[in-house]
């Protein structure tokens, strides 16, 4: 093995990609802006020997895992849901920061269902985050997994409330639903491919230390 190997950092676009390019460039590895508009999957940095792949947010736990990179950031409501196998979660990045929650109609009293016992339907992509809670409560669920536009499923009738990220809750407002329980905060998590965190630890020790100071000084 070459004694200085490429290093595959996986990232998705969005809200992580756009907190994560300034955390490298801090770290001391600058991205050439015109590769960030492009729509090239695999990009190139300022370090000849660190590429950036760019893969579905749900995906990037999966790529770290069977070592297709060798590093990732995602989100801690990914990491549960995938359930980490594999994975070394060495920083919280303090980035892409937000709350997972169950929302319902402004209408509805979620409190006094949960009250008396009521059997629930709700809809969400994290499922298993969401059977944690509700199992951790004794509250009684129908989990209904949909992919996207969750505050639609209440509005329909397709489930009494949902459970989804949160940032400002300005979409559950414009959608007359509110906030009525917290479940965690959420925050995105540097991940690394344990067998890589062996094979290439000479060149993934400084780069985590390089990104670890990058978030102490943020």
Known sequence: MSGNPMITLALSKGRIFDDTVPLLEAAGIPVDPSELE?????LPTGDPL???VIVRA???PTYVQYGAADIGVAGKDVLLEHGGEGLYQPIDLNIARCRLSVAAPSGFDYAQAVRRGARLRIATKYVESARRHFAAK???VDLIKLYGS???APLVGLADAIVDLVSTGSTL????LVEVEKIMPISARLI???ASLK????RLQPLLAAIAAAVRKD
Do not use: C, F, P, Y
């Open 38 to 42: 492009s729509r090239k999957l695999i």
């Open 192 to 194: 690394v491919n344990q």
């Open 138 to 140: 004794g509250v009684h």
């Open 150 to 152: 969750m505050e639609l």
């Open 199 to 202: 094979t290439k630890a000479a």
């Open 58 to 60: 749900s995906d990037v």
């Open 173 to 176: 407002r414009a959608n007359d």
């Open 50 to 52: 660190l590429r950036l």
